[in-house]
């Protein structure tokens, strides 16, 4: 094995970007100065020190000869072949590793957690629709998404099925396009067809390279807008239950609070001390499938079996809801009413560029080692192809889930019990994630499994869960994306007591202002985005979703300081996952000479393996892109509050 060198670089801690810090000027702020990292040599035979040396030569001079891109030179097709090469090597170990345990789990909780929400979605849009879209149709969408990205996209972890912002889509274009006595499914047929033909435009230029400019502050602005949407839906379920009577009504508003309860207080469990570990991590995996199962159950017993309760609406199996084929006749439509489809087309487009891509970043967020590379330009084009077949098989158009796909990543999380090395917190011990179970298994299966459902005695099964269920375990998601929102984190923290906040809080480097600010700017860009989902004008809610990028990119610069930006905000990945859109926006790394440099997309490093105390934690193979310089697992130590993580580079 060729001599190494150990730099140690600052990593990210609970989703906040934290500066650079040096231990010589400790009076110094960390965002006071950035230098450049210059690796600390160990000693080494002469021989060594030359083949070292050498090694590090080579890896400059490959980083030097790449210049600035122009953006109007556009080289067709290179994402998306970058994307393939990168991802190929590792397709036979995406279903070999398949072979763990927490695959199964995974599975069953994502069936569950798609399923569900989507059937409650699509009662929705059935009374909104006039019957258009019901549960066949819903299910159908999810497994197109399941199987295709399952088995073809470069990034399998993303759960691709039915949102409640495509639902807002269809029912504000039905509402707009029928009082013109326009077909409505030829309509939107076009306008799959029309977004086909853009997501394709988008994947063949590379514009996922804009994706570098995507931080915490966009995805948690549109994170916490999809939660308060799930618990809007929940919401909506209730009020739909006095059409059974009130006694209906109330009985399905307590079932729903008692499904929040005990799924959440599974997952309380899951986390705690409490029982042997097999117990604790059985409730965690299957509590929330376990509750679903005994509350449809639960309103059979005594007299709660003699009240009406709502049902969810089903059809023949594998039929549509209504009486049609499964194949749209597109052409049924004027020529006219073609080209009108284009601007519904490009806002669809906008929202799956900005939802997807966003679903993709959350699910390989920087709180997951993953090891095998992402591709978000090939995944995008794969985006492409599943809208334009929906829109002809006449079934709502499936992207990336939030909250369900960081959820999938979660479940397929490895942890192990640390114990606390600092003095004063000696014989605590704390879980780890030690590494993600990368795979194509779970989501193909919970697609396979969602296929099932459209089969007539699972239908039978499914018409017997009561609404009130759906609207608790719409709760249950929203709290829980909600509890791990970067906003209501720092919510949370401005509402704690400051003189009992501990002071390796990040948060407490900054003025205190700054937070209140940054927050505020969050809320409204939320407040606004909810508040165009509610009128007329829904339908175009995903520009303004996309406008946040620049905004946080030009305008809050001039406003925070770099040291407040570099703590209230930070990127959604790392370096190591963004390698597939040029690294992120601002990331630098080191030169031989010891000059910091911005990582251009293709730009290579020398195959190195990051390693820690406790063994092998990553093996980057050979040829791979400047991004995989990537953080390990492991704690290498602490200086002035921030996490060091050493890494090895052959």
């Not at 970058?82 to 763990?100: E, H, I, M, T, V």
Request: net charge neutral.
């Amino acid at each position: 094995m060729p001599p190494s060198e150990t730099i140690t670089v600052p990593t990210q801690r609970h989703g906040i970007s934290m500066p650079p810090s040096t231990s010589s000027k400790k009076s110094k702020n960390p965002w006071q100065s950035r230098v450049p990292f210059v690796p600390n040599k160990p000693r080494h035979t002469e021989s060594e020190e030359r083949l070292s040396q050498e090694n590090t030569r080579s890896s400059a001079r490959t980083s030097a000869s790449k210049t600035k891109k122009k953006w109007w030179k556009v080289k067709l097709f290179r994402g998306m072949i970058n994307d393939l090469r990168r991802r190929a090597p590792f397709y036979w170990s995406d279903w070999k590793d398949a072979w763990d345990y927490r695959v199964v789990p995974a599975t069953v909780y994502m069936y569950f957690a798609n399923i569900l929400p989507a059937l409650a979605f699509s009662l929705d849009m059935f009374s909104k629709t006039n019957m258009s879209f019901g549960v066949n149709e819903v299910l159908l969408a999810s497994v197109l998404g399941a199987v295709v990205f399952a088995i073809a996209a470069a990034q399998p972890l993303v759960i691709v099925g039915v949102t409640g912002p495509i639902t807002v889509f269809n029912y504000t274009v039905f509402d707009i396009i029928t009082p013109r006595g326009t077909n409505y499914f030829a309509f939107m047929a076009w306008i799959g067809i029309w977004s086909l033909i853009m997501h394709w435009i988008l994947a063949i230029t590379n514009t996922c390279n804009a994706l570098k400019y995507v931080t915490r502050f966009s995805c948690d602005i549109f994170g916490f807008y999809v939660a308060f949407i799930y618990l809007q839906k929940g919401i909506q379920v209730l009020t739909r239950q006095w059409e059974a009577g009130d006694t209906s009504a109330y009985l399905s508003i307590m079932i729903s609070l008692l499904v929040l309860m005990v799924a959440y207080g599974c997952g309380v469990v899951g986390q705690s001390s409490y029982f042997q570990r097999h117990i604790r991590k059985f409730i965690e995996d299957y509590g929330t499938p376990l509750t679903v199962i005994f509350f449809t159950g639960f309103v059979h017993i005594g007299k709660m079996r003699g009240v009406e309760l709502l049902t969810l609406p089903t059809s023949k199996a594998f039929f549509p809801t209504i009486d049609r084929g499964w194949f749209i006749h597109f052409w049924d439509i004027s020529v006219g009413d073609v080209f009108i489809a284009i601007p519904f087309a490009i806002l669809l487009t906008i929202l799956f560029y900005f939802d997807h891509n966003v679903s993709s970043l959350m699910a390989q967020g920087t709180e997951f080692p993953l090891r095998k590379p992402a591709g978000f330009h090939w995944d995008l084009f794969l985006l492409g192809l599943t809208t334009g077949v929906a829109g002809l098989l006449g079934i709502p158009f499936p992207n990336g889930l939030i909250p369900q796909a960081p959820f999938h990543t979660t479940s397929l999380c490895v942890t192990r019990t640390v114990s606390d090395t600092a003095e004063e917190h000696k014989g605590h011990t704390r879980r780890v994630t030690d590494h993600v179970v990368e795979q194509r298994v779970s989501n193909l299966a919970q697609g396979l499994l969602t296929l099932g459902t459209m089969t007539g005695p699972l239908l039978v099964v499914l018409h017997l869960i009561p609404q009130a269920v759906l609207a608790g375990l719409f709760f249950v998601m929203g709290v829980q994306a909600l509890e791990a929102n970067g906003i209501t984190l720092k919510l949370l923290f401005l509402a704690r007591d400051a003189a009992l906040t501990p002071g390796s809080d990040p948060l407490k480097r900054i003025p205190r202002r700054a937070v209140w600010a940054f927050v505020a700017l969050e809320l409204v860009g939320f407040g606004a985005t909810f508040a165009i989902t509610q009128t007329i004008a829904a339908i175009g809610f995903p520009v303004f979703i996309l406008l946040l990028i620049p905004a946080r990119t030009w305008l809050l610069p001039r406003y925070f300081a770099p040291q407040e930006l570099a703590i209230l905000d930070g990127p959604t990945a790392s370096p190591f996952t963004m390698e597939s859109v040029g690294g992120n926006y601002g990331d630098e790394s080191v030169t031989a000479s010891g000059e910091a440099t911005e990582w251009e997309e293709g730009d290579e490093i020398e195959r190195g393996e990051a390693v820690g105390p406790e063994g092998l934690v990553a093996n980057q193979r050979g040829g791979t892109s400047a991004g995989a310089l990537r953080r390990s697992s492991f704690r290498a130590g602490e200086e002035d509050g921030i996490e060091l993580v050493a890494v090895r580079r052959s």
